[in-house]
């Protein structure tokens, strides 16, 4: 077939922005709100149209689905030699897409700790602010209630929630009212809140690229994979791509910047250190072994590869909360879903389909904490994990379905090292665009073990909680690990053989002050020894922030456009002009 023109031929941007996920979209919506500037937005994956991702509870159809990038990571010793499966959204909107939806900025003390001129806990919150658009938590000490950026409570309630509740006093974690207010400390129990307007996603695609897609002066390219930036010299000028709709013969396509245009790196902490690598930005070592020519030589690139590692205990329920678990407000015993869930929300925004499940938990610190943060968050699910494995257990419900057979009712409680110290990298298996990067997710890898210790206690806790009086009047035993499980060598074995990502990878190309420490950009988001180029994702987060990491990739990607908008440092920039 003769391939289509491309749609950049013959065209020179001020900005091009490679990659059309969270970060990606909340630039091209700002920096194409300038009438003069030209922008191109290039996503390698698809459209953003799928009832899956706006339906939150809708996700778990996305796991392993063209929607997804389907990565794993390489196999390890230390998690029983097991590839482990990265969920990341292959899609406008990104992981945003495809996440659980929680909005949690993590603690102040998370910024301050990056200790990065411009970024600490005082300069950022006011952004926050400004990007929220809350519509419960309206203190405007803490929250913004009129920002693109939509946040709500929970618009599900489930009675074993509040058996939760209860069983976390009764184990000693007291009530947080809001997880969010850097005022009181980051422990306790209460509901996580989330990225949905009237139950509805609210991804980077929905508030911010969908509303200004007919701007004139942005041009917004999917199926585009970028096969690396072109330099002249240390200078960006442009990007080589290729769109296989428009050339199944995988054309190299060509996307030009005007003299002082910027080459924008949005694709993620897995994406933009491979494309960077492919374009001789890395170690340039590694990259010579595969014939790629040094551009800048920053070994930075790919190395501190941060993640929020997971493991769940789960159980039955007693007879009578039989039929009370989220699934079951979900689907039939035949395994179909129910006319009523479906009504409730379609009429209403309300009911079991606007909840991914795991909207209710805490934040605890344990004896492995490093300093005064909690290490752990608790995640509640008034539902039964089929398989250890969060994501398994949505493809051994298809064969329940298949069968005629319900989903069983009981809950889950997920366990997450949320302020992991390991750290991993993603390099190149080879030049090739269309091959996934080796990922090395380091998972239990920190020398003094307090990833383990963090899991380890987790299970220690969920099981207090279950056994606590009120959680015991609810549960019928231990599904897992299982109450073969009783030695703390058995546990860690546990945890190796089970332990999953609770899908918050940062860290690439760190933000700091030398490329000689291993950083990547400097505070004002630029790659050093390169001119006309910036990365602007959750890859640059130097040290992972213990909550999600959806809320501090927007507020990045607003500094990041208010800087460049206004050709300023990121000292000069003023959050509430931006």
Same mark, same amino acid.
């Given at each position: 077939?003769?391939?289509?023109?491309?749609?950049?031929?013959?065209?020179?941007?001020?900005?091009v922005i490679?990659?059309?996920?969270?970060?990606?979209?909340?630039?091209?919506?700002?920096?194409s709100?300038?009438?003069n500037?030209?922008?191109?937005?290039?996503e390698?994956g698809g459209?953003?149209?799928?009832?899956?991702?706006?339906?939150p509870?809708?996700?778990?159809?996305?796991?392993?689905?063209?929607?997804?990038?389907?990565l794993?990571?390489?196999?390890?010793?230390?998690?029983?030699?097991?590839?482990?499966?990265?969920?990341?959204?292959?899609?406008?909107?990104?992981?945003?897409?495809?996440n659980?939806?929680?909005?949690m900025?993590?603690?102040?003390?998370?910024?301050?700790?990056?200790?990065?001129s411009?970024?600490?806990?005082?300069d950022?919150?006011?952004?926050?602010k400004?990007?929220?658009?809350?519509?419960?938590?309206?203190?405007p000490?803490?929250?913004?209630?009129?920002?693109?950026?939509?946040?709500?409570?929970?618009?599900?309630?489930?009675?074993?929630?509040?058996?939760?509740?209860?069983?976390a006093?009764?184990?000693?974690?007291?009530?947080?009212?809001d997880?969010?207010?850097?005022?009181?400390p980051?422990?306790?129990?209460g509901?996580?809140?989330?990225?949905?307007?009237r139950g509805t996603?609210?991804?980077?695609?929905?508030?911010?690229?969908?509303p200004?897609?007919?701007?004139p002066n942005?041009?917004?390219?999917?199926?585009?994979r970028?096969?690396r930036v072109?330099?002249d010299q240390?200078k960006?000028?442009?990007?080589?791509y290729?769109?296989?709709?428009?050339?199944?013969?995988r054309?190299?396509?060509?996307?030009?910047?005007k003299?002082?245009?910027?080459?924008i790196?949005?694709?993620?902490?897995?994406?933009?250190?491979?494309i960077?690598?492919?374009?001789?930005?890395?170690d340039?070592r590694?990259?010579?072994?595969?014939?790629i020519?040094?551009?800048a030589?920053l070994?930075g690139?790919?190395?501190?590869?941060?993640d929020?590692?997971?493991? #769940?205990?789960?159980?039955?329920v007693?007879?009578?909360?039989?039929?009370?678990s989220?699934?079951?407000?979900?689907?039939?015993?035949?395994?179909?879903m129910?006319k009523?869930?479906?009504?409730?929300?379609?009429?209403?925004?309300?009911g079991p389909l606007?909840?991914?499940?795991?909207d209710?938990?805490?934040? #605890?610190?344990?004896?492995?904490?490093?300093?005064?943060?909690p290490?752990?968050?608790?995640r509640?699910?008034?539902?039964?994990?089929?398989?250890?494995?969060g994501?398994?257990s949505?493809?051994?419900?298809?064969?329940?379905?298949k069968?005629?057979?319900?989903?069983?009712?009981?809950?889950?409680?997920?366990?997450?090292?949320s302020?992991?110290?390991?750290?991993?990298?993603?390099?190149?298996?080879?030049?090739?665009?269309?091959?996934t990067?080796?990922?090395?997710?380091?998972?239990?890898t920190d020398?003094?073990?307090?990833?383990?210790?963090t899991?380890?206690?987790?299970?220690?806790?969920?099981?207090?909680?279950?056994?606590?009086?009120?959680?015991?009047?609810?549960?019928?035993?231990?599904?897992?690990?299982?109450?073969?499980?009783?030695?703390?060598?058995?546990?860690?074995?546990?945890i190796?053989?089970?332990i999953?990502?609770s899908?918050a990878? #940062?860290?690439?190309?760190?933000?700091?002050?030398?490329?000689?420490?291993?950083d990547?950009?400097?505070?004002?988001?630029?790659i050093?020894?390169l001119?006309?180029?910036?990365?602007?994702?959750?890859?640059?987060?130097?040290?992972?922030?213990?909550?999600?990491t959806?809320?501090p990739t927007?507020?990045?990607?607003?500094?990041?456009?208010?800087?460049?908008l206004k050709?300023?440092?990121?000292?000069?920039?003023?959050?509430?002009?931006?």
């Amino acid at each position: 077939t003769a391939a289509l023109s491309s749609p950049t031929a013959d065209k020179s941007y001020d900005y091009v922005i490679v990659g059309g996920g969270l970060a990606g979209c909340v630039l091209a919506n700002r920096l194409s709100a300038n009438p003069n500037a030209s922008v191109l937005l290039l996503e390698a994956g698809g459209e953003n149209n799928s009832t899956s991702i706006s339906v939150p509870a809708g996700f778990t159809k996305i796991f392993r689905s063209p929607l997804d990038w389907n990565l794993f990571t390489k196999r390890q010793s230390e998690v029983a030699e097991r590839m482990i499966y990265l969920p990341r959204g292959a899609v406008l909107g990104g992981s945003s897409a495809t996440n659980a939806t929680l909005y949690m900025r993590g603690a102040a003390a998370d910024y301050d700790g990056w200790n990065v001129s411009g970024w600490a806990s005082s300069d950022v919150l006011d952004l926050f602010k400004k990007c929220e658009g809350n519509n419960d938590q309206k203190d405007p000490a803490v929250h913004g209630t009129d920002g693109p950026y939509h946040v709500e409570n929970p618009r599900y309630r489930n009675e074993l929630h509040q058996k939760f509740f209860d069983a976390a006093n009764e184990a000693g974690i007291s009530a947080n009212p809001d997880f969010n207010d850097w005022r009181r400390p980051q422990e306790g129990h209460g509901v996580f809140q989330v990225t949905q307007e009237r139950g509805t996603r609210a991804d980077g695609y929905r508030q911010y690229l969908k509303p200004v897609m007919d701007r004139p002066n942005l041009q917004v390219v999917t199926g585009a994979r970028v096969n690396r930036v072109v330099f002249d010299q240390k200078k960006a000028v442009g990007v080589e791509y290729i769109c296989e709709e428009l050339s199944p013969m995988r054309e190299l396509m060509t996307a030009s910047l005007k003299a002082q245009g910027e080459v924008i790196m949005s694709s993620g902490s897995i994406h933009t250190p491979q494309i960077l690598q492919m374009s001789g930005v890395g170690d340039a070592r590694a990259l010579s072994e595969f014939g790629i020519a040094s551009v800048a030589d920053l070994p930075g690139v790919g190395a501190n590869l941060q993640d929020q590692p997971a493991v #769940v205990v789960s159980g039955p329920v007693k007879r009578e909360f039989e039929g009370k678990s989220v699934t079951d407000h979900i689907y039939n015993s035949r395994g179909n879903m129910r006319k009523r869930a479906l009504l409730n929300y379609l009429l209403f925004g309300k009911g079991p389909l606007t909840s991914t499940g795991c909207d209710r938990g805490a934040m #605890v610190r344990t004896a492995a904490a490093a300093g005064h943060l909690p290490d752990l968050q608790v995640r509640f699910v008034p539902a039964m994990a089929l398989d250890p494995d969060g994501v398994s257990s949505y493809t051994r419900f298809g064969k329940f379905k298949k069968l005629g057979r319900k989903w069983p009712s009981g809950v889950t409680i997920q366990l997450v090292a949320s302020r992991a110290a390991s750290r991993g990298s993603v390099s190149l298996k080879s030049p090739d665009p269309f091959d996934t990067p080796l990922i090395n997710a380091g998972y239990l890898t920190d020398p003094e073990g307090r990833d383990m210790q963090t899991l380890k206690n987790g299970i220690e806790l969920a099981r207090k909680i279950a056994s606590t009086g009120v959680m015991s009047s609810v549960l019928d035993g231990e599904l897992f690990p299982g109450t073969d499980v009783t030695t703390a060598a058995g546990a860690e074995e546990y945890i190796r053989r089970t332990i999953h990502s609770s899908n918050a990878l #940062v860290g690439t190309c760190r933000m700091g002050t030398s490329a000689a420490n291993g950083d990547v950009v400097d505070n004002n988001l630029r790659i050093f020894g390169l001119e006309g180029i910036r990365v602007v994702d959750a890859s640059v987060i130097p040290i992972i922030p213990g909550g999600q990491t959806g809320a501090p990739t927007v507020m990045i990607a607003e500094r990041a456009a208010d800087m460049i908008l206004k050709g300023v440092s990121v000292e000069q920039t003023d959050p509430l002009e931006a």
